[in-house]
């Protein structure tokens, strides 16, 4: 089926119970088989196809809603719907009635797709994923001999694998926790196999190295916790840096074990190389998705670390890259703004976007969340009553505060601990009052432990009572849950976390009483709930107001009422099947693209490229250069005959290049044309000694045609180019680096050497001001590569080729050869024109005239063919321009004036029959009837 002949159309439904099918008589609503149909999603009550579905266009369609009531299937009772989808639609239907509404404003259906793609109840549960990350949801351990499967009680591994083990179709990969003798292995392979676990195998010697890389860099540049005076700043250890990547590769190895083309969804800090490794590997474009737990710390603390830009590049081989809040989102966008130089921008359906090398990465921002229904379980277990029952007796009488902290520097404990002792100094903790302190041991920080536990008991002395009591053990969820429902306030203060679950499930199980929270500004769910009363860990005096506060009041019943909404609607569930509709959404487009790996090792990328993009073949070139008799050829300067140049008076062009030209030019066959940016006087400098060579100066501001006078297309800038002067100066003078080209007909603002973000900024605000000061009926403004030019309208190389077309045309006949080479943005232009004119049928060329259009390397472009460097492009033209002599065997068309040897021709192509270059694929076939 050609894709052209589509039409998308969106189905909405009202009147409907809850389970909705839709069927018809195509392949696309399942052949009337409602088992194969479309499953309609409620939203604001009413029923809708989350995502259009392509339907042939003028087709003559039937269908029918079924729903689907206790396992039976309840058909419609009217008579089979009809619809002829004439181009994109909005259907609006009543269940089992003949009411419809067709729409086909482009307006309303690309808001309902809008619409329909935020939601979370997103069709995937007949989709199957593989969840990957560093450690498994269960854990295992050996009891009498025996290998057991117990609960992994981690901060989100559980709570995602409770959420989607009994909804989805998923596979989770990841470590058992510790090294598995190899004559285990096969048998803990099946054992966690029963819970859709996948065990990666790793040896002890590479987690030693992979853990000190995470631990003793990533975690603390992740946290913006660096340590300046940690050696690992100074003296990076490669040995960890390698570690890091084998266990990356050793995860990507057991994942091709068990991939059969899922979605991949990818979590956490420790596994950021794994989505290079993945891509590198796969022939398939692969769906894969990213969250990252931790906080994503400021660009200048992101730079110091040595392997920023592969992880950045991993990183974006990815469809969608989640986080928790919009700050880590927003630094996350600025360190690839500034270390990779990748824009961002909005999509269609509201989400942020990054432009990486032809794809569109999505940007997603959501909270992990709870379970309610979890803690409502283990409030129902055996033991719980007791264990609450227990604290209450012990605890009696007491104003309780809570809290649970794992032992790490970048929990506050000493901060908090200090700020007690002075509160019970002056006195003013009431002698009810007990903090309850849990700590949660890591014998790597035992001073910690030993500091907070040495601090409580020298608070108890002082105050004669037991004002702090300190629990240090890996408490269970029912100790947990009980110690929270016995409290009467929770203390969060921590100085930098991301996943911060704990003030959900306090509010949860406490509900509307005694549910206080202080709650740190640098923890993650500062940002989504407003009832916790904020405070600034780091001030000792706003965390004792913020204790006398937790102890004296209570927060708002409005506050509360909206926390709790959030926390009983934004769950994990929620969060889950959100994200992953988003990677689904986001699904690579491969009916237009291929998407290729690019570069090697630490640098690789993934670039879309066009499935009609190809390395340009010199035979291929050859074949439709020969025998042609009005041939034009279009050379860009700067990037392609010549590298880039700052110092454009201590510059000439190569030799080689110039003889090449005037070889090219000396054939009366041949219109070669360069075109740049500069102005004449420097175009004139650098090639006055090529006859016969055209030019185009100014994108083609002033145009020379066989080395006769310029001429100009432009009028007077009138008083436009001189304000535009005077603003762009303006600019100059305040952003350090930049500077201003005043050409004949143009004025640009260059800011190439300067700081990017403030430069960008300064750049936006220019063109706003250059917007409201000047006449835009007589220019133009163009933002660039660093750079923003303000030029006379209607001038840029895509229009120049259309006037040198018709010039040639009007002296010398029909084109039946053109040439086009460039290698940046302006150069588009000509690449985009060239297509158009080919699909015009353009009168100014011939029939059976070829075409080609050149950029340099596999990068998103509207050119048909790449070169991968200078060198291919001055072979070419030696090649052609010895061609055109004389007849030559294909084995020896070197230029007179190389100096050096290549092979002309690949010898492999030598076997390829004539009439394969005569294929449509190769000859564009024009008509003459092209209005300009």
Not at 217 to 243: C, S, Y
Not at 537 to 553: T, V
Request: charged share 25%; aromatic share 12%.
């Amino acid at each position: 089926m050609d894709i052209l002949s589509e039409v998308r159309v969106v189905f909405t439904l009202k009147n409907a119970l809850e389970d909705v099918y839709l069927v018809g008589n195509c392949e696309k609503l399942g052949n009337w088989n409602p088992r194969n149909g479309v499953r309609l999603f409620k939203l604001d009550g009413i029923h809708c196809s989350i995502t259009p579905i392509k339907l042939l266009k003028n087709s003559k369609l039937e269908y029918k809603y079924v729903s689907y009531v206790n396992g039976v299937f309840i058909w419609e009772t009217i008579n089979n719907r009809k619809l002829t989808p004439k181009s994109n639609l909005l259907l609006q239907d009543t269940f089992n009635s003949s009411i419809s509404y067709h729409d086909y404003s482009q307006k309303h259906f690309e808001k309902c797709q809008r619409a329909s793609v935020d939601i979370s109840t997103f069709n995937i549960t007949s989709e199957s994923f593989i969840i990957v990350s560093m450690h498994l949801p269960v854990k295992i351990s050996k009891q009498s001999g025996t290998w057991k499967v117990l609960d992994n009680n981690s901060p989100w591994h559980s709570q995602l694998y409770s959420a989607v083990k009994d909804k989805l179709n998923f596979l989770w990969l990841g470590f058992p926790g510790f090294e598995v003798p190899e004559e285990d292995q096969s048998e803990i392979t099946q054992l966690l196999s029963n819970y859709h676990c996948v065990p990666v195998f790793i040896p002890n010697n590479t987690l030693h190295f992979h853990s000190a890389y995470c631990d003793n860099f990533l975690f603390k540049i992740f946290n913006n916790a660096l340590d300046i005076r940690n050696p690992m700043v100074h003296e990076h250890d490669t040995q960890q840096w390698e570690g890091y990547k084998i266990l990356n590769i050793l995860f990507s190895d057991a994942l091709f074990n068990i991939y059969l083309n899922q979605i991949v969804w990818i979590h956490g800090i420790e596994l950021f190389l794994l989505p290079s490794f993945i891509s590198r590997k796969v022939k398939d474009s692969m769906n894969i998705g990213f969250y990252l737990h931790r906080p994503f710390p400021s660009s200048e603390i992101f730079r110091v670390l040595p392997h920023k830009i592969t992880i950045l590049n991993a990183l974006c081989s990815c469809d969608v890259i989640g986080f928790q809040i919009f700050e880590h989102a927003s630094h996350f966008i600025t360190s690839c703004k500034r270390i990779l130089e990748v824009e961002s921008k909005t999509s269609k359906d509201g989400y942020t976007c990054l432009s990486y090398f032809g794809r569109d990465i999505t940007v997603y921002i959501g909270h992990v969340g709870i379970l309610p229904e979890k803690i409502v379980e283990v409030q129902k277990m055996i033991g719980y009553e007791d264990k609450l029952n227990e604290i209450k007796v012990d605890l009696k009488n007491k104003f309780v505060i809570f809290s649970l902290d794992h032992v790490n520097p970048l929990a506050g404990l000493t901060l908090k601990m200090e700020t007690i002792k002075k509160l019970c100094k002056d006195k003013r903790i009431a002698n009810n009052v007990i903090f309850l302190q849990v700590l949660i041991p890591n014998m790597q920080f035992k001073s910690i432990i030993e500091q907070i536990v040495n601090g409580a008991d020298e608070v108890n002395r002082c105050q004669g009572r037991e004002v702090v009591r300190i629990i240090v053990k890996d408490i269970t969820l029912q100790e947990r849950y009980a110690y929270m429902e016995a409290s009467s306030g929770l203390i969060v203060g921590s100085i930098r976390e991301g996943l911060c679950l704990l003030p959900f499930e306090y509010l949860c199980i406490k509900r509307y009483q005694n549910s206080g929270i202080l709650l740190s500004e640098f923890a993650g769910s500062s940002r989504t709930l407003s009832s916790p009363f904020k405070v600034n860990p780091f001030s000792i005096d706003a965390l004792e107001s913020g204790i006398l506060k937790l102890i004296n009041s209570s927060p708002a019943k409005s506050r509360l009422d909206k926390d709790l909404a959030y926390i009983h609607t934004k769950t994990t569930l929620h969060w889950a099947l959100s994200f992953l509709s988003q990677v689904k959404i986001s699904e690579k487009n491969t009916s237009k693209y291929q998407y290729v790996p690019i570069g090697m090792g630490d640098t690789l990328r993934v670039m879309a490229i066009p499935k009609d993009f190809f390395k340009l073949d010199e035979y291929q070139v050859l074949c439709a250069y020969k025998n042609r008799k009005n041939r034009v050829l279009f050379f860009d300067v700067e990037g392609t005959l010549l590298n880039f140049i700052k110092d454009k008076d201590s510059f000439q062009p190569s030799n080689k290049i110039l003889s090449a030209l005037e070889d090219l030019c000396s054939d009366l066959k041949n219109t070669i044309v360069t075109i740049t940016g500069r102005e004449r006087s420097i175009l004139n400098k650098w090639f006055s000694k090529v006859n016969n060579l055209s030019m185009a100066a100014e994108y083609g501001a002033y145009i020379k045609i066989n080395s006769n006078n310029w001429e100009s297309f432009v009028g007077e800038p009138a008083n436009w180019k001189e304000c535009s002067k005077q603003i762009i100066e303006s600019y100059v003078q305040r952003t350090e680096g930049s500077f201003i080209i005043v050409k004949e007909c143009s004025v640009v603002f260059n800011y190439r050497d300067t700081d990017s973000g403030f430069a960008q900024w300064q750049a936006k605000d220019l063109v706003l001001n250059l917007e409201n000061l000047l006449n835009l009926e007589d220019c133009e403004i163009l933002e660039g590569d660093k750079f923003v030019e303000v030029r006379p309208k209607n001038i840029d190389k895509g229009t120049t080729m259309c006037r040198v077309l018709q010039k040639i045309y009007k002296t010398k006949g029909k084109v039946d050869f053109v040439f086009t080479i460039g290698d940046d943005a302006s150069d588009e232009k000509m690449f985009k024109m060239i297509k158009k004119l080919k699909k015009k049928h353009c009168e100014w060329l011939s029939p059976d005239a070829k075409i080609f259009s050149c950029t340099f390397g596999m990068k998103p472009s509207e050119a048909m063919y790449y070169f991968l460097n200078a060198d291919e492009v001055l072979k070419l033209m030696e090649l052609l321009s010895a061609s055109g002599k004389r007849t030559h065997s294909l084995g020896n068309l070197v230029s007179k004036h190389s100096n050096y040897h290549f092979t002309t021709v690949n010898v492999n192509s030598l076997s390829r029959k004539r009439k394969d270059f005569d294929s449509p694929d190769i000859t564009e076939i024009f008509s003459p009837n092209f209005n300009t």
